[in-house]
């Protein structure tokens, strides 16, 4: 976890970063005004020894959708 962040520390626009290490998988919270050139992240990853791929980009208004649907069924779960 900590060489993944590390990898991406000086990339400028990152909000936040988020290391499953079960999955094998990393959720990146950027700034897409700072930092429009997603394959940065893919070679600075890659770069620290993980082989990484930029499989979804999520915008704003999809991931409150997202968010909005886990609420509603999170109502009808237990």
């Known amino acids: ?3 993944i962040k590390a990898s991406l520390s000086d990339i ?3 909000k936040d970063i ?3 290490v079960s ?3 990393t959720e990146v919270y950027y700034d ?5 050139d997603m394959s940065r992240i893919e070679r600075a990853i890659t770069a620290s020894g993980y082989p990484a791929k ?3 980009i ?3 208004e999809e991931l409150g959708k997202e968010r909005a649907l886990a609420a ?3 109502h009808y779960y237990i």
């Open 18 to 20: 988020l290391v499953d």
């Open 58 to 60: 999520v915008t704003p």
């Open 12 to 14: 400028q626009g990152i």
């Open 72 to 74: 509603a069924k999170s």
């Open 54 to 56: 930029v499989q979804r």
């Open 23 to 25: 999955s094998g998988k």
């Open 1 to 3: 976890i900590a060489t």
């Open 32 to 36: 897409s005004k700072k930092l429009e």
